[in-house]
């Protein structure tokens, strides 16, 4: 599925002008229709997850290059994962309500850390919590760390 910059804002809530800057930066990556003298970019359904993704991040009033980090680790671990498996089921999955995952990141002065947490599905609330925050533990040694969990389902919903 292909999405046009105008089905993105509408998919993330983001306004147009936000989503051509985080394209032309980099933070979300296009295949470009060209025609004429414009450009017409269309976005793949993982690159919509990704924009949906970095939304709450943008609120945040993260910088276009933490946002561009990010996006980029995400997109690596929407990719492979350690065993060389494709993690997109995972993300189908949190967009179809039929799995739960967390967007775990941290970011500091000088780097960015991002990993995908699906729980198992008899996971009591307690052992996902301290799995979240062992992972937010691993860089508080960090100059400026600051680590954030998402629930992906929550974000992508709107890509059913």
Not at 68 to 84: C, K, P, Y
Not at 120 to 135: E, K, N
Request: hydrophobic share 40%; aromatic share 6%; charged share 20%.
């Amino acid at each position: 599925m292909e999405y046009t910059l105008s089905d993105l804002a509408k998919v993330t809530g983001a306004k147009r002008r936000t989503l051509q800057l985080w394209a032309e930066a980099g933070v979300i990556l296009t295949d470009d229709v060209h025609s004429g003298t414009g450009t017409y970019r269309r976005y793949s359904q993982q690159e919509a997850a990704i924009a949906c993704l970095m939304v709450p991040f943008a609120r945040l009033q993260m910088s276009i290059g933490a946002l561009v980090r990010m996006s980029t680790s995400i997109r690596q671990i929407l990719t492979e994962d350690d065993s060389g498996q494709f993690r997109w089921t995972d993300i189908e999955h949190s967009i179809s309500g039929s799995a739960m995952s967390y967007l775990l990141v941290s970011t500091w002065e000088d780097g960015t850390a991002v990993t995908l947490f699906v729980p198992d599905p008899d996971a009591s609330v307690s052992s996902v919590c301290a799995r979240i925050g062992s992972y937010a533990l691993e860089h508080e040694d960090k100059p400026g760390a600051v680590s954030l969990s998402l629930l992906v389902n929550t974000h992508l919903k709107a890509l059913r």
